[in-house]
């Protein structure tokens, strides 16, 4: 089978700011994999991200790495050996799920062994800010069942208190995207149980979170940035109760199905998470979304224009992909 590769970087605005931790940002760039064998054509959207060590350029650069191997007619196994996970991975192999759909008629989601795909209630995503700003945020959202408030460290048992006097009926996440010390921990989930939280993310910085396992957690708390793949599951034994999926970590589908399986496996909840990118970025998550305790696919309510045609979100429901978009 021939092959033919075509690499795109794409700009969406993000409607006002996206604020974590670690900066702001007000757009979303995407890295877009198209592959074209005869009539038919698969995409695949990854989001490059610096605290991993990736840029544009050097998805890009990863991407015309395995151009020749993927013009042959390379497979998902094969790629897993030729790239490592990763944002670039992601969208060749999202792009190599889309392609064989649309070359079998079988969607994507019945080759990954599912029977349906159901409609989903995604988290929405209330950005850093200060109590005020949060608490005004969080009741614009206030209609919305599940909300995650990004914390920043210093000041998140007010900003905590405030998105909870502000959406007092909305179930609650917090991602503090490794922003507490260890000092603080303690203290910061009693917190969020006080509010009734139902996880907390990645609370301590990866690589530094071995006090999770010598205290008491009144709330579940998530992986993030400490698991990629498979690989980082049994280090996270004691010190998590739940795993974040991305897609753009595990180096795409294939992986994050994998993962999936093994953590359940070892006894841990499932979300299924996204960095900020379009309808295409989150197509092929909510496969892993189908069978995950929580869902984060959030990224294109927070773009002031998705792409065209884009997933259907009626408020927090997100319905899963038409075959125009992709699977």
């Known amino acids: 089978m021939t092959v033919e590769l075509t690499i795109a970087v794409e700009r969406f605005p993000i409607a006002g700011r996206f604020v974590i931790s670690r900066g702001a940002k007000t757009e979303a760039v ?22 991993y060590g990736e840029s544009v350029e050097s998805v890009v650069a990863a991407l015309e790495s395995v151009r020749d191997a993927l013009q042959n007619g390379a497979d998902r196994e094969a790629l897993a050996l030729l790239l490592p996970a990763g944002a670039a991975r992601n969208a060749a192999d999202c792009a190599l799920w889309d ?8 969607a994507a989601f019945r080759r990954a062994g599912l029977e349906e795909m ?3 209630v995604t988290a929405y995503t209330i950005s850093v800010g200060t109590p005020a700003e949060m608490r005004d945020a969080a ?14 460290g210093a000041g998140d048992i007010e900003r905590i208190a405030a998105v909870r006097e502000g959406a007092p009926r909305s179930e609650l996440i917090v991602d503090a ?4 010390a260890e ?3 303690a203290t910061n989930l009693d917190a969020c149980a006080r509010a009734g939280v139902r996880l907390v993310e990645q609370p301590l910085p990866a690589g530094a979170d071995a006090a999770l396992a010598r205290i008491a957690r009144p709330v579940p708390v998530c992986a ?24 753009d970590k595990t180096g795409g589908l294939t992986e994050a199905l994998a993962l999936s399986a093994e953590a359940r496996r070892m006894g841990f909840a499932i979300m299924a998470g996204c960095m900020v990118g ?13 069978q995950a305790e929580f869902v984060d696919l959030d990224g294109p309510l927070l773009l002031a224009k998705d792409r065209e045609p884009g997933l259907r979100y009626e408020g927090s429901l997100v319905f899963p992909p038409e075959p125009a978009l992709w699977g």
């Open 30 to 51: 995407v890295v877009v994999v198209i592959l074209r064998a005869g009539d038919a054509i698969g995409r695949g959207e990854c989001v490059p991200y610096a605290r």
């Open 183 to 185: 000092a603080d921990l």
């Open 278 to 290: 379009s309808s295409l970025a989150m197509a092929p998550a909510l496969i892993v979304a189908q």
């Open 99 to 106: 392609l064989e759909a649309k070359r079998t008629g079988v």
């Open 177 to 180: 995207n490794e922003a507490w």
């Open 139 to 152: 009741a614009k959202a206030a209609d919305r069942p599940l909300l995650k408030v990004k914390l920043a």
């Open 118 to 120: 159901r409609p989903l």
């Open 224 to 247: 993030d940035e400490s698991l990629h793949d498979r690989a980082g599951l049994a280090a996270l034994t004691g010190r998590y109760d739940a795993v974040n999926i991305k897609l």
